[in-house]
């Protein structure tokens, strides 16, 4: 296990390779971000928007915008509709454990932005039975709301024939994954890192998940979207990425509030992930297995953008990355219906033993980083 000579990513993450000089692809990326000609991918953009509103009807949407209640969708929702002057659909897929700030937040967006926003909440059984699934067989319970939210999208757009799909940051590019990116077409949602080309089809059952039951968790087959022309763009391509500029911009436009108490445990951001109370645990299991602690995230991301030193990064992944995020933990127990005895007995199966060792009694990453 190495860490990034520029950022503080390990390469343990998958699809992190590092390269002769220590740089992760997150950071050799950010090079190419910033040898990008900005002006000429919003000019394309703008471009892109002028052909499909030249297609669509008087009464239809240009194009649909899957928000949440979060800072980055509620840029993306603005900038479709202020920037590009499209008739923005916003489409909520439910998350099912909501907290106040991300209900305000997604209320504030609906109002003063002005948008349509149609809403989905899916049949709570099934979901909660798939997600126990998913933390149980996978260590990865938000990869039914990753899902849910890919597909259920896109069955949007097939059912009301929505010209454009507009997803936030290309999540391979941005935070160095598997794919590399040519060009802004998101039509590879379903196999990029968080799907990886999985389905849920094995857990299903004649009870809680019958195939009649998952509707949204399948998208259309790609030749019926193909048929109708609809297609799908990362913003991210287009303009320079940035949550916390998202951040600033969503405070601005749409009276974004960040967590009235502060970044959760591990964290350092109080802006990032504060819609719902199931993802945290998520992004913890990652620390299990690929010893990416939450606090990676935010500190790297502050490193690419020119906001921290690397040594004030590794101060703070010191001190705060062996932190458990307690606040919601309870809540994901009881959703999921596990006592704590389950729940660790589970997570402990997806604890990497090549990078974790137990000193008196304490798990401690065995290549810490420096
Ligand atoms: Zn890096």
Same mark, same amino acid.
């Given at each position: 296990?190495?860490?990034?000579?520029?950022?503080?990513?390990?390469?343990?993450?998958?699809? &992190?390779?590092?390269?002769?000089?220590?740089?992760?692809?997150?950071?050799?990326?950010? =090079?190419?971000?910033?040898?990008?000609?900005?002006?000429?991918?919003?000019?394309?953009?703008?471009?892109?928007?002028?052909?499909?509103?030249?297609?669509?009807?008087?009464?239809?949407?240009?194009?649909?915008?899957?928000?949440?209640?979060?800072?980055?969708?509620?840029?993306?929702?603005?900038?479709?509709?202020?920037?590009?002057?499209?008739?923005?659909?916003?489409?909520?897929?439910?998350?099912?454990?909501? =907290?106040?700030?991300?209900?305000? /937040?997604?209320? /504030?967006?609906?109002?003063?932005?002005?948008?349509?926003?149609?809403?989905?909440?899916?049949?709570?059984?099934?979901?909660?039975?798939?997600?126990?699934?998913?933390? $149980?067989?996978?260590?990865?319970?938000?990869?039914?709301?990753? =899902?849910?939210?890919?597909?259920? &999208?896109?069955?949007?757009?097939? /059912?009301?024939?929505?010209?454009? =799909?507009?997803?936030?940051?290309?999540?391979?590019?941005?935070?160095?994954?598997?794919? $590399?990116?040519?060009?802004?077409?998101?039509e590879d949602i379903m196999s990029s890192d968080v799907i990886k080309d999985r389905t849920i089809t094995r857990w299903y059952n004649d009870d809680?998940?019958?195939?009649?039951?998952?509707?949204?968790?399948?998208?259309?087959?790609?030749?019926?979207?193909?048929?109708?022309?609809?297609?799908?763009?990362?913003?991210?391509?287009?303009?320079?990425?940035?949550?916390?500029? /998202?951040?600033?911009?969503?405070?601005?436009? !749409?009276?974004?509030?960040?967590? !009235?108490?502060?970044?959760?445990?591990?964290?350092?951001?109080?802006?990032?992930?504060?819609?719902?109370?199931?993802? $945290?645990?998520?992004?913890?299991?990652?620390?299990?297995?690929?010893?990416?602690?939450?606090?990676?995230?935010?500190?790297?991301?502050?490193?690419?953008?020119?906001?921290?030193?690397?040594?004030? !990064?590794?101060?703070?992944?010191? !001190?705060?990355?062996?932190?458990?995020?307690?606040?919601?933990?309870?809540?994901?127990?009881?959703?999921?219906?596990?006592?704590?005895?389950?729940?660790?007995?589970?997570? $402990?199966?997806?604890?990497?033993?090549?990078?974790?060792?137990?000193?008196?009694?304490?798990?401690?990453?065995?290549?810490?980083?420096?």
């Open positions: 296990m190495k860490y990034c000579s520029r950022c503080v990513m390990p390469d343990t993450k998958p699809g &992190v390779i590092l390269d002769e000089n220590g740089l992760c692809n997150a950071c050799r990326n950010v =090079t190419r971000k910033k040898a990008t000609d900005w002006e000429k991918r919003k000019n394309d953009l703008l471009e892109l928007c002028e052909t499909i509103k030249k297609k669509t009807k008087d009464n239809q949407y240009d194009c649909i915008v899957a928000v949440s209640g979060g800072k980055d969708s509620t840029f993306q929702a603005w900038y479709m509709k202020e920037i590009c002057k499209m008739r923005v659909l916003a489409v909520c897929i439910v998350p099912h454990l909501r =907290t106040r700030e991300g209900i305000e /937040n997604l209320n /504030n967006m609906i109002t003063e932005l002005g948008v349509d926003t149609l809403t989905i909440t899916l049949k709570p059984s099934t979901y909660r039975y798939l997600r126990k699934k998913s933390f $149980e067989d996978l260590g990865e319970p938000n990869f039914i709301e990753h =899902t849910s939210l890919f597909a259920g &999208v896109s069955r949007i757009a097939h /059912n009301y024939k929505i010209p454009l =799909t507009v997803w936030g940051e290309d999540i391979s590019f941005e935070f160095g994954g598997r794919l $590399e990116k040519k060009d802004g077409s998101a809680t998940v019958k195939k009649e039951y998952t509707y949204w968790y399948h998208r259309p087959p790609s030749a019926e979207m193909d048929k109708f022309k609809l297609t799908s763009i990362y913003l991210g391509y287009y303009v320079w990425w940035d949550g916390y500029k /998202n951040y600033l911009k969503a405070k601005e436009v !749409a009276k974004f509030q960040p967590r !009235a108490k502060g970044p959760l445990s591990a964290n350092i951001l109080d802006y990032d992930n504060i819609d719902e109370k199931l993802c $945290e645990i998520n992004i913890w299991l990652k620390f299990l297995k690929f010893g990416l602690g939450r606090v990676i995230d935010g500190c790297c991301y502050h490193i690419w953008n020119g906001r921290m030193t690397r040594e004030e !990064a590794v101060k703070k992944v010191k !001190a705060l990355q062996y932190e458990f995020p307690i606040e919601h933990f309870q809540d994901f127990l009881d959703f999921h219906q596990l006592t704590q005895e389950e729940f660790w007995a589970v997570a $402990e199966k997806f604890r990497n033993l090549d990078i974790w060792t137990k000193t008196d009694g304490r798990w401690r990453l065995t290549y810490p980083i420096e």
